[in-house]
Nanobody
Framework: QVQLVESGGGLVQAGGSLRLSCAGS????????VGWFRQAPGKEREFVAA????????YYGRSVKGRFTISGDNAKNTAYLQMNSLKAEDTAIYYC???????????????WGQGTQVTDSS
């Protein structure tokens, strides 16, 4: 059974940083692409970032490029999203997902986590 479990969300002031984690079980991340998406209240789900372990490519949404960094640890089967220079508009539930890179980038991943809340506390 595949499970993706996000953690690391919380309250953060504008300008601050958070690191989200996505731990996978039942699948090997290095054989997939892993992505992060977010959904704010009343808004559509938005692509944030993705990593394709092989061949080691990363992708970013326009609104986070230059501020967020996606990475992964094969040994821990975990993906990370380092979020810096956070803004109020980054407030959302953040979800990780796993599938092929095309499926991730199309927002049609087969595996999803339950989400973790990131909230601007300013």
């Amino acid at each position: 059974q595949v499970q993706l479990v996000e953690s690391g969300g919380g309250l953060v002031q504008a300008g601050g940083s958070l690191r989200l984690s996505c731990a996978g079980s039942g699948l090997t991340f290095s054989n997939y692409a892993v992505g992060w998406f977010r959904q704010a209240p009343g808004k559509e789900r938005e692509f944030v970032a993705a990593i394709n372990w092989s061949p080691g490519l990363t992708y970013y949404g326009r609104s986070v490029k230059g501020r967020f960094t996606i990475s992964g640890d094969n040994a821990k089967n975990t993906a990370y999203l380092q979020m810096n220079s956070l803004k109020a508009e980054d407030t959302a539930i953040y979800y990780c997902a796993a599938d092929s890179a095309p499926a991730i980038l199309a927002g049609k991943a087969g595996y999803w986590g339950q989400g973790t809340q990131v909230t601007d506390s300013s």
